[in-house]
């Protein structure tokens, strides 16, 4: 099979191969001078930002939606300034969405990255013995952490839920691990689609990550490939529609009365931690630290409040909760704008809306009670499904 190296692709495939294998090489590579090396697909997918960024600049002619976007960033830009009072933390809330801004601008290269399912095939794999080693094995990486420019960075998540370990393999934290193997998953089972024996053990993999969103994501994308052909065009309209009002009106729901003790189902614990607590402390943050209105712009939120202003760090832990702290009513808008999209495309028996709707599964399901952006792959899903609905172009509808 043909290989295509162009830029874009071979940024994504890199971006896999590291995030597979992401604690691996920073304990290893650390203290070395090859140790730059874990920077190399964030530093590639800087470079076709830039690349579309200056393009984008010369245009003549730019869609309207396009515009009201690079419009909402430039002023959730100004705010962020405005809000951290701190031009670096608005700079590290820029490097986070580099990966989401990747997929967004990929996004008419996309066949590219279904022409080598090989690849995908065989670091699942990996994945999932890493995670099934690491049931026996303690890997000498786990809770590995180093400092850079006096600022501590975990090189792997150790941690546990009730006492028990959430592995992650290979990976940086179990998540991250759990993230990766699932959308490895989704592009190895494409092309057939049917349910086989290397999707049923990344399951089991992901299952003993024990990321619950994750779980759910992979428990619904299967019952889609079982029943895709049984399931009417409106039915998965509806159905998509559906997980994105839930993504929303879950931490609205939050905001607007008091919840407490709804379940006593310890699976469901986490979920309603979100809803006592998390998703209520976000609202107080936006609201004290910012408005409602215009948000606390990039930066505002997640990783960049870690560093610094770590005494009021907040993890969002919901997609839109993140959008609505970078740009306020303008996640209304993005919203918006996705709604119409999936309402008005065509729904088509191609591959590439099966990838296109599975991938929305697997960003908004897990976007319920995570904020998905800071997870690289999912962001950059997030970037490509978000281009698919919103752009009207008709080469994403090409049989393959």
């Not at 592009?187 to 089991?204: D, R």
């Not at 008091?258 to 006593?264: A, N, V």
């Amino acid at each position: 099979m043909k290989i295509s190296f162009n830029l874009e692709g071979v940024t994504f495939y890199l971006v896999l191969l590291f995030g597979i294998f992401n604690s691996v090489f920073r304990y290893y590579l650390f203290n070395t001078p090859f140790f730059p090396i874990v920077y190399i697909s964030q530093l590639l997918m800087i470079i076709v930002v830039s690349i579309h960024f200056i393009s984008f600049l010369n245009q003549i002619k730019v869609k309207r939606n396009f515009l009201i976007l690079a419009i909402m960033i430039v002023l959730a830009l100004c705010i962020g300034v405005i809000y951290t009072k701190t031009v670096l933390q608005v700079f590290m809330g820029v490097y986070i969405l580099i990966p989401l801004l990747y997929g967004f601008v990929m996004y008419p290269f996309f066949e590219r990255i279904l022409s080598y399912r090989h690849f995908y095939k065989i670091i699942l794999i990996i994945g999932i013995l890493g995670v099934l080693f690491n049931l026996i094995l303690i890997f000498p990486w786990e809770g590995f952490k180093y400092e850079v420019y006096g600022k501590t960075i975990e090189g792997n998540r150790f941690w546990t839920a009730s006492g028990v370990r959430r592995l992650s393999g290979l990976g940086r934290s179990s998540f991250e691990t759990a993230g990766y193997m699932l959308f490895l998953g989704i592009m190895y089972i494409l092309k057939n689609f049917k349910i086989n024996l290397v999707w049923i053990l990344a399951g089991v993999a992901i299952y003993f990550t024990d990321t619950k969103g994750i779980l759910i994501a992979y428990v619904l994308i299967s019952l889609l490939v079982l029943l895709w052909n049984h399931i009417s065009d409106s039915s998965k309209k509806i159905g998509l529609l559906t997980i994105l009002f839930i993504n929303l009106a879950l931490p609205i729901l939050s905001w607007s009365f008091s919840i407490e003790d709804i379940t006593s189902v310890k699976f469901l614990r986490s979920f309603e931690m979100r809803l006592e607590g998390t998703w209520p402390e976000a609202y107080r943050l936006i609201s004290e630290s910012g408005n409602l209105f215009t948000g606390r712009g990039i930066g505002g939120i997640g990783v960049p409040q870690n560093i610094f202003e770590p005494e009021l760090s907040h993890p969002g832990d919901n997609l839109f909760v993140y959008l609505i702290a970078i740009f306020g009513i303008g996640a209304f808008i993005i919203y918006g704008f996705l709604v119409r999209g999936v309402y008005n495309k065509e729904v088509t028996k191609t591959e590439v809306y099966k990838l296109f709707y599975i991938l929305s599964i697997y960003v908004f399901g897990y976007g319920v009670t995570t904020n998905v952006i800071e997870l690289p792959v999912m962001s950059i899903c997030l970037g490509l499904v978000f281009r698919y609905w919103v752009d009207d172009k008709k080469y994403e509808i090409k049989q393959l």
